[in-house]
């Protein structure tokens, strides 16, 4: 699923398409995509309307209409969005039209991905917690976050109330480079291991962002090429590889449903 390294990606990489261009046709051949509106009246709305700023909250794509409207978009399981694909798809769901002549397209497999047209952003991305890159999220904020929550550390992570826009991969990552286990509890941690944790997880989403993102499964950036940040994964998609710090095999636990890899002589419980 694209984290915030592969959405902070997709909106970079969209910007310089989209921004500043009028939507001349957008198409919705999903209702399933619109969980709100009716496709012909969303149609109607975006037609005409320029793209005057494109930002990533969490894990969502939140474009600024001229109308003051925001389109926000949820690209779930997998969800992409291309610029002028070459190639004939099936699983295309929704076409937009641009005045510059490019045509965006939203491509999803599994049909998970959504989108709302809303007076206010944050309507919808209004609840989600900090942004953990931002320059006002310091390590006491994160401390006073996990501290408000006896579940495991790895839960916490992904939890996107309490921090946006972490999942499965970067959260296995962050806590492997912190040597944290993850069925560790949240509220347990000690001020030192949350410093560590906070930085390690900064220093795991920067590294993410500037491979352009992980293609270990269906995640492709807007044009087409593959992100890298998978080559640096240490445990993440790695069950049965050797750990890159001591050597033991890397393991697979299930932590509240989910597939969670770590180093158990690294990440002690
Ligand atoms: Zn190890």
Known sequence: MP????VETIKNELLPWVVGRSLTEATILDAKL????????LEHEL???MIESLERRGKYLVFHLSSDKSLVMHLRMTGRLLVNPKESDAHVRATFCFSNGIQLVLSDLRRLGVMWLVEDAQAVVGKLGPEPLSESFTPDDLAQRLSQHRIPIKAALIDQSIIAGIGNMY???ALFAARIHPLRKADALS???VQELYHCVRGVLSSAIARKGAS??????PEGQLGRAQLDFRVAHRRGQSCPVCGAPIERTLVRNRGSYFCPNCQLL
């Open 216 to 221: 270990v499964d269906t995640y492709v950036r």
């Open 171 to 173: 959260a296995d990552e």
């Open 47 to 49: 037609t005409g309307q």
């Open 191 to 193: 001020v030192v291991e």
């Open 3 to 6: 984290e915030l390294p592969e």
């Open 34 to 41: 619109l969980p709100d509106s009716c496709v012909e009246e």
